[in-house]
């Protein structure tokens, strides 16, 4: 009997990749309207590299950006990057299609919802109260926050607790098949890979750890409902 239902954040719930994709060119555009002598697939191309190699939380990408192309330091152009960047980001920020009907449906079927995400806790954060999101969640375990990552199963085994349910009555969706997919199954859980974004045609070796592969958001209340009422009617049988 499925009772909680987990979900990762980037890619599952909140169309992150995109936005930061679209958040960047428009940065290198705005850097370029301000002065940066440098064709737009030059920086784009250095940007991504510096990204790779620094993670996307580094906090000094365009500076680091006007070093690796052998510009002088010039915090106009860093200035620039920073508003088209985060002018984007609030405006763009966008929950995955079908989002937030899938999780009224959910909790009208009086499942309890949780998020597993890797990252920042307050750039997690800051995605879940734009998009208004919270009053969903009972609980957020975020990585950086708890000291350890996915798909470690330490970090499955604190949402569990959390929630005082076992793994059995829950279920993890997530874009990732090795970090949500592989961490979950590897502590119990139902599995449900979310089939979308950049990770869509990747990490294609974990794939036995999915119980189920979805599309659209919203063929998961459906999953639910199947795996519960397979649940009850085997309860009938056991009780006559
Ligand atoms: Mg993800």
Known sequence: ??????????????????????????????????????DFDTAYNELLELISEYGSNFPHHFDYLLRRLDLKYNPKLVAAGVIAYHNTKFAHLKEIRHVRKALLK?????????????????????????????????????????????????????????????????????????????????????TVWFRYGKYANRELEYRKYADYEIKDILELPEIIEVLNSAHSNKKVHANR
Not at 153 to 177: C, H, S, W
């Open 1 to 38: 009997m499925i009772k909680v239902v987990f979900f990762d954040l980037d890619d599952t719930l909140v169309d992150t990749t995109k936005l930061a994709e679209m958040a960047r060119k428009n940065a290198i555009e705005n850097m370029i309207r301000h002065g940066l002598p440098v």
């Open 106 to 190: 959910l909790k009208e079927m009086g499942l309890r919802l949780g998020i597993i995400t890797d990252g920042n806790p307050i750039k997690q954060w800051e995605k879940i109260l734009r998009l208004d999101l919270d009053d969903f969640f009972e609980h957020v375990v975020i990585s950086d926050f708890e000291g350890v990552k996915k798909p470690h199963p330490k970090i499955y085994q604190k949402a569990l607790k959390i929630f005082k349910v076992n793994a059995e009555e829950t279920i993890m969706v997530g874009d990732r098949l090795y970090s949500d997919i592989y961490g979950a199954k590897r502590v119990g859980m139902h």
